[in-house]
C-alpha cells in the first residue's frame, strides 16, 4: 500500500527499516505533513475533518481493521486518536482533528495471545476475519443516519457473545447517541438516546424507536 508518510522522509523512513532490522516492538515520533491541502482551512472555518477522513488516512498508512476511533482533547488540541490491527501489530495514530496531520504514530507488535486470537479470525478471537467486516468508514455513516446527523466522539470495533459489533457514541446538539451496530451486516442492534438523564435503549428488531 502507498505510504503518506512523505516529510520528513528519510527520518520516516530509518524509523520503521529500524524496527524491521532490530525486531524491535514499537516505534514512534510525528508527522507535520500535511495529508490534504484542503484540511488546512478547517481550522479557520472550525470544521473538524470527521472520522471517516481520520480513519481514512489511518488507514493509507497501514494495512488491517480499525479497532477504535476517539474524538480526544490533548491541552486543547483536539485530535482523533486511531487504533489499527493486522495479523502482526497494532498501529496507534494521534491526527489532528482540523487539519489531518498526523501528530504521533506507533506501531507494537502483538503478543503471542494477541496473535493466537488475530489468528481465529479477529481481534477478539471470533471466526469472522477482519477483512469480512464492514469498514469503520460505513458504521460511522450507519450511526449518522441513525442520530440524524452530530459528531461521532467514539467508535469501538467489540465482541459480545460471539456477534462482533461497533459501538459508536455521537453527540448531536443536547442529545447523546450510543449505537451497536453489527460489523458483518450493518445492521443497528441497539440503539439509545440520551437526553435530559431519559436513557432508553432501543432494540432495533422493535421497531419502535420514536424518530425526530
Do not use: C
Amino acid at each position: 500500500m502507498k505510504k503518506l508518510i512523505l516529510i520528513p522522509a528519510t527520518a520516516g523512513v530509518l524509523a520503521f527499516g529500524g524496527i524491521v532490522l532490530a525486531n524491535t516492538d514499537s516505534v514512534t515520533g510525528p508527522n507535520t505533513a500535511n495529508n490534504n491541502s484542503e484540511d488546512t482551512n478547517n481550522t479557520s472555518t472550525g470544521e473538524m475533518i470527521g472520522f471517516e477522513k481520520a480513519s481514512s488516512i489511518a488507514r493509507a498508512l497501514s494495512d488491517g481493521q480499525v479497532t477504535d476511533i476517539e474524538l480526544s482533547d490533548d491541552d486543547g488540541r483536539k485530535q482523533y486518536e486511531v487504533e489499527i490491527r493486522d495479523k502482526d501489530h497494532e498501529y496507534d495514530y494521534e491526527i489532528d482533528a482540523f487539519t489531518g496531520d498526523v501528530l504521533e504514530q506507533d506501531r507494537d507488535r502483538l503478543d503471542d495471545d494477541d496473535d493466537r486470537e488475530m489468528n481465529q479470525g479477529g481481534v477478539d478471537g471470533t471466526q469472522a476475519a477482519p477483512e469480512d467486516l464492514i469498514a469503520a468508514e460505513e458504521a460511522s455513516e450507519i450511526a449518522l443516519q441513525q442520530s440524524n446527523g452530530g459528531t461521532i466522539v467514539e467508535l469501538d470495533l467489540d465482541d459480545d457473545d460471539g456477534v462482533k459489533h461497533y459501538d459508536v457514541e455521537v453527540v448531536n446538539g443536547d442529545k447523546e447517541f450510543e449505537l451497536e451496530i453489527n460489523a458483518e451486516d450493518g445492521e443497528v442492534l441497539k440503539f439509545e438516546q440520551d437526553e435530559n438523564d431519559d436513557d432508553d435503549w432501543v432494540d432495533n428488531d422493535d421497531n419502535d424507536r420514536d424518530e425526530d
